[in-house]
């Protein structure tokens, strides 16, 4: 089993402020997810991650394999970034996080 | 741009009772996904399919879950004998071909009440 944690649990922001959530798992992985879910409950895909770093607009994933660890940084963040953003690792099966609720402020 | 679609958005049964939730992947994708969420916990793998058969499964697929792709288009995720703690919004999602590890399209989720 892969136990995958993410912090913080819950952010509240100012809009234009840089934001990052943290994401680590206790095994190997084959790959790592960064997903955007809505208020209404629809899932996103937002990145990836194998290896290295990915850029998408404001929004940049970066992965530690060594240090089982990934970071999801927003620049410049804006009220429609107000969601809950997950990690899921795939090792044997997926793995999820529980979230991290994020809240932009204007 | 393609997307997931999935039916019915909402399903109500009674407890005992079998469900199919269906869903509609991406024309060209290969691997195909469901996972579920109760309400206020995290997202749970369920199962992966590739190639017609099953890839991996969680220990929440026991003997009352099915997949089936039965007309290459659906991909419906059966449950029998259904029970209270089946209740929870159930995502579909699939991937691209030749590669299982890119990134996945969801579906909007079929949320399943059991009463």
């Known amino acids: 089993k892969n136990e995958v944690e993410q912090s913080p649990q819950n952010l509240t922001a100012q809009e234009g402020e840089f934001i990052t959530i943290n994401c680590s798992y206790s095994?190997?992985?084959?790959?790592l997810h960064w997903l955007q879910q809505h208020p209404g409950g629809g899932i996103v895909s937002l990145f990836m991650l194998s290896s290295g770093k990915k850029k998408h607009g404001r929004l940049i994933a970066t992965i530690n394999i060594q240090e089982k660890h990934s970071s999801l940084h927003i620049t410049a963040s804006h009220p429609r970034d107000s969601a809950v953003y997950i990690c899921a690792v795939r090792w044997d099966q997926f793995y999820f996080g529980t979230g991290t609720s994020l809240t932009v402020i204007p | 741009e393609p997307e997931v679609t999935q039916t019915p958005s909402h399903q109500v049964t009674q407890m005992g009772q079998e469900v199919i939730l269906r869903c509609v992947p991406i024309s060209n994708h290969l691997y195909f996904y469901w996972y579920r969420q109760i309400l206020g916990q995290k997202v749970e793998f369920l199962v992966s399919f590739y190639n017609n058969e099953i890839s991996e499964k969680s220990e929440i697929f026991d003997d009352r879950f099915s997949v089936e792709r039965p007309d290459g288009s659906n991909f419906t995720l059966k449950i029998r004998s259904t029970k209270l703690e089946d209740s929870a919004m159930y995502f579909c999602?699939?991937?691209?071909?030749?590669?299982?590890?890119?990134?996945?399209?969801f579906g909007p989720g079929t949320r399943l009440t059991v009463t």
């Open positions: 999602a699939s991937t691209d071909p030749g590669e299982r590890l890119n990134e996945q399209y």
């Open positions: 095994v190997g992985i084959s790959a």
